[in-house]
């Protein structure tokens, strides 16, 4: 069974930064798809970046080009770099882990990420 816990979310101004990390423990997460989701208040849980075991990313549009995810096989983490966050990526950001193909089966309790304007 994999655990992750995610942490470095907090208050920041538009246009600044933040990085979230999420550390995995139970077991290696490095052949695992693993991907960061938000959550902003009254909406759907949606998607906003992928990580595949081979380091092949994806993004969602609304983040291309001022998010980049990344993993740390040796330290069994992956991180999500926000640059030039909008009042828009206002929510509480979830880490999870592709268990099964297609399926996200492992959460984190998420980190909340507040961006005033």
């Known amino acids: 069974q994999v655990q992750l816990v995610e942490s470095g979310g907090g208050l920041v101004q538009a246009g600044g930064s933040l990085r979230l990390a999420c550390a995995a423990s139970?077991?290696?997460?490095?052949?695992?798809?693993m991907g960061w989701f938000r959550q902003a208040p009254g909406k759907e849980r949606e998607i906003v970046a992928a990580?595949?075991?081979?380091?092949?990313?994806y993004y969602a549009d609304s983040v291309k080009g001022r998010f980049t995810i990344s993993r740390d096989n040796a330290k069994n983490t992956v991180y999500l770099q926000m640059n030039s966050l909008k009042p828009e990526d206002t929510a509480v950001y979830y880490c999870?882990?592709?268990?099964?193909?297609?399926?996200?089966?492992?959460w984190g309790q998420g980190t909340r990420v507040t961006v005033s304007s």
């Open positions: 990580i595949s075991w081979y380091s092949s990313t």
């Open positions: 139970g077991r290696t997460i490095s052949s695992y798809r």
């Open positions: 999870a882990a592709e268990g099964l193909p297609g399926r996200y089966d492992h």
